[in-house]
T-cell receptor, first 118, second 116 residues
Framework: AQTVTQSQPEMSVQEAETVTLSCTYD???????LFWYKQPPSRQMILVIR??????QNATENRFSVNFQKAAKSFSLKISDSQLGDAAMYFC???????????????FGTGTRLQVTL | DSGVTQTPKHLITATGQRVTLRCSPR?????VYWYQQSLDQGLQFLIQ???????AKGNILERFSAQQFPDLHSELNLSSLELGDSALYFC???????????????FGPGTRLTVT
């Protein structure tokens, strides 16, 4: 079974600075997808960024980018120019590449709470 | 706004009771997933439906059941409720195999269930 580990329960960053959230995963599969979801105090789960394992290029979405190291099974999220609105819980998630059985389910890490200070 | 709707937003009920949570997926999405978020278990996959049929089961208790209707909305039924069932229940939807990015899931706002 796949596992996702987020070893940083809490992180803090000053406004306008850059912060990196860590995520490692364990899988024997070669085809999979990785995601970062943001959960603000409203509790809504918001998809921030996705990475297809077959792509070597790291995904980027505006101020959010990832560092995907497939061999090391590492998938970190970098937030640049941090804003107060970035304060939230961030979850790393794994999805298998298939569409049968439980392949489509998301397996989540335990989350990292990000605080943004002035 | 993800386009996924869930009702009700909050539900307070007593132990032993039965409740139904409702989810409407994004327009065009065929797959619906149910997840439970609790303090001790984190975010866990419960069950998936695809175009009206059960596709996959996760850590779903026998007291829980779900279905997806012809209009693609889904309901999660929780019965014989226990204090430990108190959690945030999310519904998510995806396109399925047909198109777009079928591997992406978009979440509804969740239903907060409190069992007293």
């Amino acid at each position: 079974a796949q596992t996702v580990t987020q070893s940083q329960p809490e992180m803090s960053v000053q406004e306008a600075e850059t912060v990196t959230l860590s995520c490692t995963y364990d899988t024997s599969e070669s085809d999979y997808y990785l995601f970062w979801y943001k959960q603000p105090p409203s509790r809504q789960m918001i998809l921030v960024i996705r990475q297809e394992a077959y792509k070597q290029q790291n995904a980027t979405e505006n101020r959010f980018s990832v560092n995907f190291q497939k061999a090391a099974k590492s998938f970190s999220l970098k937030i640049s120019d941090s804003q107060l609105g970035d304060a939230a819980m961030y979850f790393c998630a794994y999805r298998s590449g298939g569409y049968t059985g439980t392949a489509s389910k998301l397996t989540f890490g335990t989350g990292t709470r990000l605080q943004v200070t002035l | 706004d993800s386009g996924v709707t869930q009702t009700p937003k909050h539900l307070i009920t007593a132990t032993g009771q039965r409740v139904t949570l409702r989810c409407s997926p994004r327009s065009g999405d065929l797959s619906v997933y149910w997840y439970q978020q609790s303090l001790d278990q984190g975010l866990q996959f419960l069950i998936q439906y695809y175009n009206g049929e059960e596709r996959a089961k996760g850590n779903i208790l026998e007291r829980f059941s779900a279905q997806q209707f012809p209009d693609l909305h889904s309901e999660l039924n929780l019965s014989s409720l226990e204090l430990g069932d108190s959690a945030l229940y999310f519904c998510a939807s995806s396109v399925g195999v047909a198109g777009g990015r079928p591997y992406e899931q978009y979440f509804g706002p969740g239903t907060r269930l409190t069992v007293t």
